[in-house]
């Protein structure tokens, strides 16, 4: 994302363009929107296994270990930590504020998608669409997400070999 502020920064430098009047802000956030929703998944994925524990000893008295460190007992002492007050804000943020965020951003505007400064912020997330189906691309990341959540997830469930 700083890149993307310096590519911006160094294109409007060079074409001696205004920073007010030709748009840096619009670019700047169809930046952000762009590479935010291409890290997205990998971001999620990530800090959902960080969630993902492990039973390595006996049935009746399992001691959880992460399945990326063993070393590191589940839920206890600096994973809990970590977990509650690192990974699970990301999540949050990452899967439910920002999605909803621009759902409402794009709700606010869906009578002016067609309006030049509204499309170069946000086409990006309904260009694909006819623009009364605007918020389509997000029951997509809703998909997508519950896809996220099987695969890191899914395995506790499966029948032990």
């Known amino acids: ?12 430098l060079i074409k001696k363009r205004s ?9 700047m956030i169809a930046t952000f929107i762009i590479v935010g929703f291409n890290q997205q998944p990998g971001i999620i994925t990530d800090n959902l296994k960080s969630f993902q524990c492990q039973n ?13 460190d063993y070393d590191i ?10 977990a509650l ?20 951003i794009l709700t606010r505007h869906r009578k002016k998608l067609a309006n030049k400064d509204i499309k170069e912020k946000y086409s990006f997330l309904f260009r694909g ?23 890191v997830f899914g395995q506790f ?3 032990a070999v």
């Open 1 to 12: 994302m700083v890149l993307g502020l310096i590519f911006w920064v160094i294109w409007f």
């Open 19 to 27: 920073f007010s009047k030709d748009g840096f802000c619009n670019k």
């Open 56 to 68: 390595l000893y006996r049935n009746d008295t399992p001691e959880r270990y992460l399945k990326e």
């Open 73 to 82: 007992l589940c839920f206890e002492g600096e994973h809990l930590s970590w």
């Open 85 to 104: 007050g690192f990974y699970l804000p990301l999540i949050l943020f990452w899967m439910i504020i920002l999605p909803v965020a621009l759902i409402i």
């Open 129 to 151: 669409f006819k623009l009364k189906y605007y918020f389509w691309e997000f029951i997509i990341l809703t998909r997508k997400y519950l896809l996220m959540l099987i695969a």
């Open 157 to 159: 469930h499966s029948s």
